[in-house]
């Protein structure tokens, strides 16, 4: 037998209000998707920095507030710099050589045309250089055929990037002079006699999650930077065997730096990169040099890398390449970089509930 529920016209209204709400936040919330990743990303770097602007307030033996801020902020910009001018011409450099020798190499290792043409009778193909300039010549038709969309997708997608780069630049800059006042603002206007217990609550969770989100770039930076300098000696040491250019291992040691700071699959991705670069000039070193880098990650990552993170952020293996998968199908390369901090401030918000729950809430 069915019940009738009596419901009054201000709780019906009330309740259709809230589900209107969320509706609207969702919208909101994915219509603002770009800034709020931008700011998002900001907010990561400041914290970011942090440790080196109080380093070097330890160097210093002094306090120089928003001085080192600004001092690590750009120290960190230059750095940044410094590694895009020295990869890239030797990428280029590398690549244009490549292209260069590609002729000869294409005679030497598959036997020209004509070798080509004798695995395609093998196979079943009759004439095989007919077969592949068709298929090239239709896809160069294509490519020219779609050019002017091509480059204006290109070019508007490159002016976003650079916009999305200096904003990002600037926020951070702002985050790190103007954050933290800020929020002692916002505790002060917070704080009172009924409030206080919510207050420390507050404070006390979101001061771990920036302890976490600091001690693991740090910590991260330390490792990425002995695995550059590791690769630097390496491919200095084949280039004194194997007369390989010598102006290769700075650059290359920069890479393989910047591409650490990617949790799991970048030293996979500097490895092979690197080796694609040392195959262009010697493919024995660029062999010497995977095997040598293979052994080495293990080293790195079962003695060298736990000693120096120290087990900081306390996180299961599984936990962390599940946080590394979701971030990347979110955000991509980035969300793989944050993902590991993300999923320790998650882990500090878990150890926090229960101060969090005894705490009064804030806004009562």
Known sequence: MGKTIDVDTRTFVRFWLVILGFILSAVL????????????????????IRPLAQKINRLTAK??????????????????????SLVGPVVIDQTTQFMQQLPSTFEHTLGGWEGINSFGRTVGVENLQEEAMAAVQSFSSNVVGNLGNVLVVSVGTMAQIVTNVILTIVLTLFFSLEGPSILESCWRALEGKKKDKSVRAVKRLLGRMVDVISTYVSRQVMVAFLDG??????????SLLFGISGNLALPMGLLAMVFYLIPMFGPILSCGLITLVLLFSSPVAALIFLVFYIVYAQIENN???????GGALNLPATIILVAIIIGMNLFGLLGAIIAIPIAGCIRVLIEELPNLRSAKGIFD
């Open 229 to 238: 300098c590791v690769v630097t000696v390496a491919i200095l040491l084949l």
């Open 29 to 48: 919330i994915w219509k603002a998707l770009d800034a709020l990743i931008i700011i998002g990303i900001a907010l990561f770097l400041a914290i970011a």
């Open 303 to 309: 003695i060298i890398a736990p000693k120096i993170q």
């Open 63 to 84: 306090d120089h507030g928003k001085s080192s801020t600004v001092l690590a902020y750009v120290l960190l910009v230059s750095v940044f710099a410094l590694i895009v």
